[in-house]
């Protein structure tokens, strides 16, 4: 008996650590936990325009200081997306300090399979290779008018609506233009 509850236990072992593996969560983060300054955190939220009725995702949300902001200055539902379980439970401590874990949800998922098509508004910190690779997901999946805005790096050849200096670095900001008829 003991030796089949070994067994047993091996075999949940094994589908857990597939499961794991299937659903990206064993995958490394690609950018190092860099976190936004606040003051570039209040810019970045200022120039997309945030108001109440809006969702506001952040991808690669770090310790969730955008997320956090935005509920606590504008009462927005906010959902930050990380790789990092660290950082994850990180950012639900510093939701709850801040007194809006109800508005504020944080998933351990791989951005780049994760659904974000409820956002109206998208905020990144990323590398402008991944903003680059992450593109056609956004363009494809959000709704026209989505407002995107990202800290430090562009989005290659697809020209910001506006930028802006805050505190020695560049913010910039898209909005999801509308589709063409027939699409």
Request: aromatic share 8%; proline share 5%.
């Amino acid at each position: 008996m003991k030796g089949r509850n070994s067994m047993i236990r091996l075999i949940c072992l094994a589908v857990a650590l597939f499961a794991a593996s299937a659903s990206g969560q064993n995958r490394q983060p690609d950018v190092i936990f860099v976190p936004t300054p606040q003051e570039v955190v209040e810019d970045m939220l200022r120039l997309a325009d945030v108001k109440k009725g809006d969702v506001l995702y952040d991808l690669g949300s770090g310790d969730g200081r955008i997320p956090v902001t935005a509920a606590k200055k504008y009462g927005v539902r906010a959902v930050g997306i990380d790789i990092d379980p660290q950082r994850i439970k990180e950012a639900n401590d510093n939701a709850k300090k801040a007194g809006v874990a109800k508005l504020v949800e944080f998933r351990n998922e791989d951005l780049f399979q994760t659904n974000f098509r409820e956002a109206t508004v998208v905020t990144l910190y990323l590398l402008p290779d991944l903003n680059v690779k992450l593109r056609p997901r956004l363009m494809a999946e959000l709704r026209p008018g989505t407002r995107i805005v990202s800290h430090q790096f562009d989005m290659g050849d697809w020209a910001p609506d506006k930028k802006l200096e805050s505190n020695g670095r560049t913010v910039y900001f898209w909005t999801i233009p509308a589709r063409a008829k027939g699409r």
